[in-house]
């Protein structure tokens, strides 16, 4: 229990931008009790615009370092809280963070196949933020269903 407690800690304080990774832990918890316990109808209020997407003009340079940022706690977040933190979940968290740094940026959920497991019918989230993916790759091999611009930005 104790060197759990020390892992717990190191990981939240003993980092470099541990103001960012303990609200990227705290974010990664609401984005996963909204998906748990939310309908469908109910939790795109919290993804951002319906239908409208930002821009593909690229970001200054400290906004280009500020993304840096965020991809690399959203990656090492979600490798490491003790629930389930998917696609959604770390897009949730992507776009919530690059807000919080005056970022404008777009959701977008698709389905695809999974030709692996039989054909099965599978749904993916990422991130874009002007010309950059944040998490979740770039979408390759997803059908857009629907995109949720969060921030400034024009459609």
Known sequence: MRNALRLIYNFLFKTKRRRLTVKAVVYAAIAR???SFFPGN????????????????VPDEEQRRDIGFV??????????????SK?????????????????PSTLYLGVGR????????????WV???PFYVCGGNGEGYAVVARFRFGEGKS
């Open 33 to 35: 009790f909204r998906i």
């Open 42 to 57: 109910k939790l795109h209020r919290y993804l951002g615009e319906l239908g409208a997407e930002t821009g593909s003009e």
């Open 71 to 84: 991809v690399d706690k959203v990656a090492r977040v979600a490798r490491r809280v003790p629930w389930e």
């Open 87 to 103: 696609c959604l979940v770390q897009g949730m968290v992507a776009q919530r963070l690059l807000r919080d740094y005056y970022i």
């Open 114 to 125: 999974d030709k692996e497991n039989g054909d099965k019918m599978v749904a993916h989230a």
């Open 128 to 130: 874009r933020c002007g």
